[in-house]
C-alpha cells in the first residue's frame, strides 16, 4: 500500500537519461552516477530545480506511458498491492504542450498495464502552490472530474512551496467538496503547524501529506486525532529535505504515541535514494516496530485510500492472506472457521 508517492519524482535515472537524449533536453549529468550526485540534496530550490528539469524530459504521451509502465513493474516488484499516485499534470501540459486528454489515455494505458500485473495505481492530480493561479487550478479540477469516472483519478491534491499559501485556491477546494471530490493536501513538511491549519480550513483535504511538523502544536494534534485525519509519512524524503536532520529525531514516534494515524511512503524513491521497502525497513528499525504495528500501518493505509468499503475489504482479504507473521495467519484461519 502506498499513498504518497510522485509519478515524475519516480523515474528511474536510466530513463531519465533515455528521455532527455531522445528529447534533447540537456541535463547537469550524462550518467545515472552522475544524476546521482545531482539528486543529492543541497536545499529546497536545488530539489525543485531537479524536479523541474527531470519533468522537462517528458515531451510526449508515450513517454508519460512508458514512466507509469516502469513505476507499475516497480510497484509490482515490491508487492505494493494498490498505489494512489501524485501526478502534475498542468507541468506537463505546460512544459511539454501535452493536451489533458492525452495525457489521460497515457495514464489509463499504463494503468491498464498496471492491473496486467495484479495490482492498481490511481492517480492524485495536484495543483502547484507556487503558481498561485486560480485558472490553472480551476483546470486541474476539471480534470479530476473528467477521470474519475472509471477511477483512473482518485483525488485532488496540492503540493509546492508551503509559504506561498493555499488562500487563493479557496473556490476550487470548495467547489470539490461539494461534489465529494476528495483532496489530500501537502503540509507541515517546509513551514509548520500553522500551514496544517490552513491548509486543513481551505481544502476540506481527507488526508494530510507529511504533516510532520504538527508536533509543533498540542490542539492541532488532538484536531488530528479527533478528526482522523491520516499522515503520509515519507521518513527519509524528510530527513533529504532537512526537516529532520537525521531519522531519529523524525516526529514519527511521537505521532504514533499520540495516536494520529500514519501511513508509511517514500515520496520521490531514486531521486531520495530509497524505495518503499527501504522506508519500511528504515522506520522498523529505527522506531523499533513490531510486526503487529507494521500490520496495523499497512491497515491504516487501506482505511485512508480513496476507495469504496468494497475495494477496501477486498485489499484486506488479500494482505491477510499474504501477511507472513504467524500471528496474522492465526487470524485468518479463525475468520475461515
Ligand atoms: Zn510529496
Known amino acids: 500500500m502506498e499513498l504518497h508517492v510522485h509519478l515524475e519524482g519516480s523515474i528511474r535515472p536510466e530513463t531519465v537519461l533515455e528521455l532527455a537524449k531522445r528529447n534533447g533536453k540537456t541535463l547537469p549529468a550524462t550518467t545515472v552516477e552522475g544524476l546521482r550526485d545531482w539528486y543529492q540534496f543541497k536545499d529546497f530550490p536545488h530539489f ?19 514512466i507509469v509502465r516502469e513505476f507499475a513493474d516497480s510497484q509490482a516488484a515490491q508487492n505494493v498491492l494498490y498505489t494512489e499516485v501524485t501526478y502534475t499534470a498542468s507541468t506537463i501540459a505546460k512544459y511539454a504542450g501535452i493536451p489533458w486528454p492525452q495525457q489521460r489515455d497515457a495514464l489509463r494505458r499504463g494503468r491498464e ?19 498561485q493561479d486560480v485558472a490553472i487550478a480551476t483546470e486541474v479540477l476539471d480534470w ?17 512551496m508551503e509559504t506561498a499559501g ?31 491549519r490552513e491548509t486543513l480550513a481551505v481544502t476540506h483535504a481527507r488526508r494530510i501529506g507529511h504533516g510532520v511538523r504538527a508536533v509543533e502544536d498540542a490542539h492541532l494534534i488532538v484536531q488530528l486525532r479527533n ?7 515519507c521518513p527519509t524524503s524528510n530527513v533529504c529535505l532537512g526537516v529532520f536532520p537525521d531519522l531519529e529525531s523524525h516526529s514519527l ?13 517514500s515520496d520521490d524513491p531514486p531521486m531520495m535514494g530509497t524505495t518503499l521497502t527501504e522506508e519500511w525497513r528504515r522506520v522498523m528499525e529505527t522506531f523499533e516496530l513490531s510486526e503487529d504495528m507494521a500490520y496495523s500501518l499497512t491497515m491504516n ?16 482479504d488479500q494482505i491477510r492472506t499474504q501477511w507472513p507473521s504467524p500471528e496474522e495467519e492465526t487470524e485468518s484461519d479463525e475468520e475461515q472457521n
Open 166 to 196: 493555499t488562500a487563493v485556491y479557496a473556490e476550487v477546494f470548495d467547489a470539490a467538496q461539494a461534489e465529494g471530490i476528495p483532496v489530500a493536501a501537502h503540509a507541515g513538511e517546509t513551514a509548520g503547524a500553522e500551514s496544517i
Open 227 to 233: 478528526d482522523g485525519i491520516p499522515l503520509e509519512i
Open 144 to 160: 479530476v472530474r473528467d477521470g474519475q469516472s472509471d477511477g483512473l483519478v482518485a483525488a485532488l491534491g496540492i503540493a509546492g
Open 113 to 131: 498495464y498496471a492491473q496486467s500485473l495484479g495490482i492498481d495505481i490511481r492517480f492524485i492530480l495536484d495543483i502547484v502552490r507556487d503558481d
Open 301 to 316: 493505509a487501506v482505511n485512508s485510500a480513496f476507495l469504496d468499503l468494497e475495494k477496501k475489504a477486498a485489499l484486506r
Open 48 to 66: 525543485v530545480e531537479v524536479y523541474v528539469a527531470v519533468s522537462q524530459c517528458i515531451q510526449s504521451a508515450e513517454d508519460l506511458e512508458l
Open 253 to 265: 514516534g511521537r505521532l504514533l504515541d499520540e495516536g494520529v494515524v500514519i501511513t508509511i511512503n
